[in-house]
């Protein structure tokens, strides 16, 4: 395990599990690196180069005003609630605005190209300002995207966030188009998005997160958006820490298989990569607060012979540095690969990654029963929901067990032996389908 501690800011552990035993001509490697950080958000730590304060946030909320927001009108009227909600729970001192979002997007608060800074006078402005929010016209999300990122851009300050709400699909725009936006908006800054009733797409509305590092969520009852909203921007109101990335250096000889992100939820990092040096690599992981996060790093080794060892990679966590020089380094942790005649040291299987490998087929699973269903093909339904069931029980998954649930009919969770259920409420399958990737921490 190794640590970076400073004064008055967050402390980063990395923490690598793995069995490093390969037998005789072994190559592959696994292993579950565990990054948590702790003294910043609720605890009160500073951001590195940061204030510790409002001052080096900024935030803007991307409301969906298109027509079918006014269907029912609960969903324009939660919409106003929930950002009012959320201008309430930012800090004194964050940047913030707020962004109408149609077939174009419109500033709505402060509207002058810029970005008001939260205190109790324009927290108050910025909510009469939604009163004036109404629906009518299309949805363009790679828009709202693109006048998000100039006005977070305008603000010298280290965490940059997004909020996106819709109800619809983006049908306004070319599927291009909206890659274009997020490809030109990864990095920049995160983004949380929600969907709100059953009309929108779910892989728009998690694919939007995915790229811009945020989350994904259904709320399907138009009620449930303050709360929501709320507990949102308090997580983003305890990020300190920014553009944090896990760079992987690997020896000569060695090839990454894969990297992906296993906890809190299951992402995919592998084609994210940017290159840092001839054998190091960056890969993306946001911004930080007081949390822990679980990623899986798979390499392959060159053949060795029993008895030798070697460094397999190097983990190391890696800040910018704010006056543009070398990079932070925050801690790191070693892969190591020793090869062993000892059959029973090399073929155990390290629980954390037997745990992660089940997770992410469990994910995996979800989303191939669920398109499986949608094309009608049941027998290939129950099969890979059936698995799902089984993984979900075998790992103590029990939120995506009771969502499972209510899609098909369990008859023995052990086995996975299933029944698709002959109704489904459409809120319940885009909510599987949305949380898919959710998982639970190995037990200790």
Known sequence: MANFSKSNVPQFSVDVYQNEFLPEGGREVNAIVTVTSTGGGTSGGAALGGSGNGADAAVVIMVDCSGSMDYPATKMRGAREATAAAIDALRDGTSFAVIAGTHVAKEVYPGNGALAVAGPATRGQAKDALRRLSAGGGTAIGTWLRLADRLLASAEVSIRHGVLLTDGRNEHESPEDLR?????????????????????????????????????????????LSADFTSMMENTMGKEVADVALRLWTPVGVEIKFVKQV???????????????????????????????????????????????????????????????????????????????????????????????????????????????????HDGATAKLGRAVQLAAASGNQDTAKLLSKVVDVVDAATGTVRLKAKVAEADEMTLETRSTKTVRVKK
């Open 263 to 377: 906890a809190p939820t299951v992402e995919e990092l592998t084609g994210r990569r940017t290159e840092a040096s001839p054998r190091a690599g960056d890969y993306p992981t946001g911004s930080w607060g007081d949390e822990s996060r679980d990623y899986h790093v798979c390499v392959q080794v060159p053949q060795a012979q029993i008895g030798q060892e070697m460094l397999a990679a190097r983990v190391m966590l890696i800040v910018p540095d704010p006056a543009g020089g070398t990079p932070q380094s925050l801690g790191q942790g070693l892969v190591r690969a020793v090869w062993t005649d000892d059959m029973a040291m090399s073929t155990s299987i390290n629980p954390q990654v037997a745990h992660y490998t089940g997770q992410a087929e469990l994910a995996q699973v979800i989303q191939q029963g669920l398109d499986a269903r949608k094309s009608g093909d």
């Open 180 to 224: 274009a936006a997020l490809d030109a908006c990864a990095g920049r800054f995160t983004c949380d998005a929600r969907g709100v009733g059953t009309d929108w797409e779910v892989k728009e509305v998690t694919g939007i997160a995915s790229a811009l590092l945020g989350t994904a969520d259904i709320v399907a009852d138009p009620k449930g």
